[in-house]
């Protein structure tokens, strides 16, 4: 992807007013056909795929068996196919994998070489793919109304806008599609995701991310359905522990020569002990330098931070996204206390 096209803050205006998108060079496609597709999903994602209706939108996780996080998927279905929004650099890898899981299942998978991924704010893009007649539009649910899932958040109205869409576009009509829109970069991108505190593959993501630490329950794992590759640890982590990390905004002093970047370790102020790291960055137009950053549960949601850089400390405040107290949704305190009649 192109860091940018013009100035990345004028960028972030304009893909937020719907006069920019931006090609997501980064991302590919698997369809995912056969009448037995949106079971067979169903029973190895987190989300609720059964009974997907043509043209809804869903998000997913692969999870390992641990419930740690392997891939994230946005899956859009025409009622005939499929199509499984993924990193490009993770196709090979699924397509080997999902293909091995086939088994009886009336089933079949391929990529999608001939589709490019196209990101737009607002409305879907015109020009889009079509197939079986609906358009090829993945809508991201990171902003609806909750359906059998649980978000950590107490306050979404801190979030930047995130009304979002991708949409699959014919790569051999892609230059007349966006003949008449012009086009903003990564930079942009990232600076209006990170103030929307949404996680994304792979920034957020290491060997032992669980989807609580990112409030990713909300959006991508469905709570009530049946069995799935991690599916007990999930459970259990949100009705009985607690996430070991959390999901934090940073918002980070733009006043000295020093500058942060994704990877950069974090500190409580005063101490030599880390805490955390940077995981994504955006220099956001209205909110100046910002970061999300995963950090052990236990720092103190008040305590000043600071992030090392190779040319210095940067001062960090925190604004909470994942609180220490998530998880625990059993309440099994309060249960033992009315059993015992206290």
Known sequence: MNTHFDNPLVEQRELLEGSRVVVLDDRAVIK?????RLAWLHAMLSQNL???KPGESADALLLDANGRIEENIAIVDDGENSWLIVLEVHVAKLLVWLDQM???SKVSVAAADDLQVVGSFGE????SAISND????WQDPWMAELVASARYAADISKRGQWNFFLSLVSKASLDDVLADRQQAGSLALEALRVAAHRPAQPNEIDEKTLPHELDWLSSAVHL?????????????????GHPPRRLTLLHLDGSGHALADAGDKVFVSGTETEIGRI???????????IALAVLNRSVDEKASLFVRTETGEVAANQETIVPPTAGQAANMKEKRATLLGK
């Not at 995912?32 to 037995?36: L, Q, Y």
């Open 32 to 36: 995912v056909s056969g009448a037995d």
């Open 50 to 52: 059964a009974n997907l």
């Open 102 to 104: 086939i088994f009886r």
């Open 124 to 127: 879907p893009l015109a020009g």
């Open 134 to 137: 609906l358009q090829l539009v």
């Open 224 to 240: 009530t359905k049946g069995c799935y590759r991690g599916q007990e640890s999930v459970a259990k982590v949100h009705n009985l």
């Open 279 to 289: 995981t994504s960055i955006g220099q956001h137009f209205e909110l100046g330098p």
